[in-house]
């Protein structure tokens, strides 16, 4: 099995290294192997081997943010103004598979117009959609033959689920006018969510459904994957030729092993930077890739400048809502999340049926009436013109169903929870992520942009969204009330105070709670206050055009440096209307083909 730990003295020269470990990295370095199994293949992940129960069993994920966890790397941003002066940590997988191996499991995908949107030859909707199959082996209605039927990914509902809750909020959902459909590819509609788990309850991360394989079959006696290892930078020839990396041991692995241990992997044919939205850009700048002036700053030798690298930093900005209410412990994850389930070992030990599940029930994909719009301004409504009216496919938000409390546990009350997840999709604030100096241990300049957008647009957003959620929850026989600590402080006062219920649910044909200009400050300031994010990172090293700050074309080429390909969510030049986890896999299988073809290694 070629995983290792340390790199074999035997292994000093490979044809291809893929820096990075993560969903893309997983897909392409499996795709080539199998294009040709005599290509000799490394792929570099800091992380260590994602071969471990909290990875397999979905309902365990929350053990993988934990203090202590080796699986993640936590990302501080500045503080900003705009976040209530907060930094945020912002989590990413560092593990072999990547987010996919710690991500929460949901099934969704980009829309037409997202594609669309790219604007590149070869990455259209049309284009796109053999693609958009085939890491699936879905489970479920199919009927317009728009899902895989072969891939190497099981999608499906898991083992383990709440039909009480999915009812209950179909029922309400239809009160405001969203309906129930098959398709998670439109709008004011919602679905019974579908996961990246497979029918016998596991998690279906990359590394697991591509890697791991392939590494085992015999059949691939060149793919190689380096794990508790980091990429310190690409080396760049005088010809101005990726021709290698240099690496260095993880310390937090390899204990007495510090920076100026490194060493150098020499690669003939191609260096793939594959390490994520907010790893990638660094990487480029470690190695002279980059804006001149950000180069120079930090000590860096300039070989290309490429002003677009870490530039135009997006994310879903995301918001939780709790709510009380008289669900059976058995309709959510807290009995197993807060022990009363006994041991994860013994639920391991038994295959007990909710550990294939992640607690996420519904998603539903929301947009404005134009009423609404109207409601929110002269700006929103200039900018809905240009960005959303003439395209009828684009959702605004997600509302995802959640069942088990999705906060800090010190606020949890220990009754079962039911809780949305929201989060818009196509942000108009930008960020930027920028190393400050040569090393991987000097702090990056990381600024997520969160609610910076000139016209404060992206907080009207979520103003609109609280309201329009807490209409469907209390419309729920279940609902019983607001957990107040987890919501906007109304005044006592307030029509929109928080209430708790004590004599059953609301009536059938309740109004809609009506909020004063004082209630939308009260909203707007708790957003600053709680606002996180989504772990959709995207958009560092764009695939546009140099000038418009592009860092790859179209074939995925880094402008300047030959020898060169980024494949990670970084590329997205614009913003998808999904969790991005299958945007991740399209993007390495597309990059892999684009890769094959390039490199005469077969028919694609």
Not at 366 to 387: H, I, M, T, Y
Request: hydrophobic letters at 35%; aromatic letters at 8%.
């Amino acid at each position: 099995m070629g995983l290792y730990t340390k790199l074999p003295v035997a292994i000093q020269e490979v044809d291809i290294i893929i820096a990075g470990g993560g969903t893309a990295g997983c897909v392409v370095a499996s795709r080539l192997a199998d294009a040709d199994p005599e290509l000799s293949i490394l792929v570099v992940e800091s992380g260590p081997n994602n071969e471990t129960p909290t990875i397999q069993y979905p309902a365990l994920f929350l053990a993988n943010l934990a203090p202590g966890s080796k699986t993640v790397q936590f990302h501080e941003t500045k503080k900003s103004v705009h976040v209530a002066d907060r930094v945020l940590p912002l989590p990413t997988g560092s593990v072999l598979g990547g987010g996919s191996s710690i991500n929460l499991m949901m099934y969704s995908r980009a829309h037409p117009c997202d594609w669309d949107s790219w604007g590149t030859p070869g990455w259209t909707a049309k284009e796109i959609l053999p693609y958009l199959k085939k890491p699936e082996t879905f489970h479920g209605e199919n009927a317009k033959g728009i899902h895989g039927n072969d891939g190497p990914i099981h999608v499906s509902r898991g083992t383990y689920g709440s039909e009480r809750v999915q009812d209950e909020y179909i029922a309400a959902a239809e009160k405001v006018g969203w309906r129930e459909v098959e398709d998670q590819q439109s709008v004011n509609a919602l679905w019974r969510a579908n996961r990246f788990i497979s029918p016998s309850g596991r998690r279906q991360d990359a590394a697991t459904c591509y890697l791991h394989p392939r590494l085992r079959d015999g059949k691939h006696p060149n793919l190689h994957v380096l794990v508790e290892t980091q990429v310190t930078r690409v080396l760049i020839d005088d010809q101005k030729r990726a021709v290698g990396v240099e690496v260095r041991p993880n310390p937090l692995f390899h204990k007495g092993e510090d920076g100026a241990l490194t060493s150098r992997i020499k690669a003939r044919r191609l260096v793939v930077a594959s390490s994520g939205a907010l790893c990638t850009p660094s990487l480029l700048e470690r190695s002279g890739v980059g804006s001149k002036k950000i180069l120079e700053q930090a000590t860096i030798e300039v070989v290309v400048d490429l002003p677009g690298v870490g530039r135009g930093y997006e994310d879903h900005h995301l918001l939780v809502y709790p709510y009380l209410n008289t669900l059976d412990p058995t309709d959510t994850l807290d009995a197993l999340v807060f022990g009363r389930m006994g041991s994860f070992e013994n639920l391991i030990k038994s295959n007990h049926r909710i550990l294939g599940w992640n607690a996420q029930e519904i998603q539903t994909k929301v947009r404005p009436s134009d009423e609404e719009v109207q409601a929110l301004g002269p700006e929103f409504q200039q900018a809905w013109d240009k960005e959303f009216k003439n395209f009828p496919d684009k959702p605004l938000a997600i509302i995802s169903v959640l069942v088990g409390f999705p906060g800090d546990p010190s606020l949890a009350t220990g009754d079962p929870c039911l809780a949305t997840t929201c989060f818009t999709l196509y942000p108009f604030s930008r960020g930027d992520v920028h190393i400050t100096g040569p090393k991987l241990g000097d702090p990056v300049d990381f600024e997520t942009g969160f609610f910076t957008d000139e016209g404060q647009l992206d907080v009207k957003k979520y103003v609109w969204l609280y309201k329009k959620q807490r209409e469907v929850i209390r419309r729920m026989p279940s609902y019983r009330g607001e957990m107040a600590q987890c919501h906007p402080p109304f005044p006592a006062e307030s029509g929109a105070a928080c209430t708790k219920l004590t004599d059953g649910p609301l009536a059938a044909d309740i109004a809609d709670i009506v909020y004063s200009a004082a209630d939308d400050m009260v909203i707007e300031k708790w957003l600053r206050e709680n606002v996180n994010t989504t772990w959709h990172s995207l958009g560092t090293c764009k695939m546009l055009a140099r000038d418009q700050l592009g860092v790859v074309d179209g074939n995925l080429n880094v402008y300047g440096v030959q020898g060169l390909k980024i494949a990670d969510l970084s590329i997205a030049p614009h913003n998808v209307a999904a969790n991005t986890n299958h945007t991740a896999l399209v993007i390495g299988e597309k990059a892999a083909d684009i890769f094959i073809e390039e490199l005469r290694l077969g028919s694609i």
